[in-house]
Nanobody, 123 residues
């Protein structure tokens, strides 16, 4: 069984910074990639950023230049450094991971989600 645990959310003033972390644990053979998505009240879940185990990144246009995603493969952990936060960044941020996991019959590529962490940007 695989679990993703997020941390680092909270309340921050406009212009401030937060760093989110997400650690995957369980019967993990390897990581294909990890990423962050967010969902604001009344809106659909949207991409924030993704990163492969090799370090290739992809960002949503509105996050470019403000957010930085990074990965520590040895710790099965992905980070999201968020700077110059705006009220419109307020949302629940979800961690996602594409993992190769160990199962009874061998290995399986599967997709996992964390429980989400609230980020609120407000004065």
């Amino acid at each position: 069984q695989v679990q993703l645990v997020e941390s680092g959310g909270g309340l921050v003033q406009p212009g401030g910074s937060l760093r989110l972390s997400c650690t995957a644990s369980g019967s993990i053979f390897s990581i294909n990639g990890m990423g962050w998505y967010r969902q604001a009240p009344g809106k659909q879940r949207e991409l924030v950023a993704t990163i492969t185990s090799g370090g290739a990144t992809n960002y949503a246009d509105s996050m470019k230049g403000r957010f930085t995603i990074s990965i520590d493969n040895a710790k099965n952990t992905v980070y999201l450094q968020m700077n110059s936060l705006k009220p419109e960044d307020t949302a629940v941020y979800y961690c996602n991971a594409d993992l190769i996991v160990l199962v009874a019959t061998g290995r399986l590529l599967d997709d996992y989600w964390g429980q989400g962490t609230q980020v609120t940007v407000s004065s």
